[in-house]
Nanobody
Framework: EVQLAESGGGLMQAGDSLRLSCAVSSVHTDDYTIGWFRQAPGKEREGVACIHYGNHGEGETTYAQSVKGRFTISSGDARNLVYLQMNSLKPEDKAVYYC?????????????????????WGQGTQVTVSS
């Protein structure tokens, strides 16, 4: 079973930068997507960014409009680490951040950041941004 573990959260100030890491293991297919999501108190979980592999679109990335230009998703050469570099943090970026894996047989264009497509989830890491 796919396992994911987030790390790197913390207490930051507005304008700071932070890098989250997601350790990925036991992926049973070459065609998948790793996404970063966040959930603030009282709000629904929202997609932040994702990176695609294999027939999902090798190396392609997708970003939510709210983070485009500030956040960057990347992965290590071995694909077992996926990073989310967050720059120019804002108080509204405060949330629990999760990484997740979509191991479906195909990519659904336009729905890449829909949490319903992801079948494996990590436990999350808290990011707090003070103004």
């Amino acid at each position: 079973e796919v396992q994911l573990a987030e790390s790197g959260g913390g207490l930051m100030q507005a304008g700071d930068s932070l890098r989250l890491s997601c350790a990925v293991s036991s992926v049973h297919t070459d065609d998948y997507t790793i996404g970063w999501f966040r959930q603030a108190p009282g709000k629904e979980r929202e997609g932040v960014a994702c990176i695609h592999y294999g027939n999902h679109g090798e190396g392609e990335t997708t970003y939510a409009q709210s983070v485009k230009g500030r956040f960057t998703i990347s992965s290590g050469d071995a694909r077992n680490l996926v990073y989310l570099q967050m720059n120019s943090l804002k108080p509204e970026d405060k949330a629990v951040y999760y990484c997740a894996a979509d191991t479906g047989v195909r990519r659904y264009s336009g729905f890449e950041l829909n949490p319903a497509l992801y079948d494996y989830w990590g436990q999350g890491t808290q990011v707090t941004v003070s103004s």
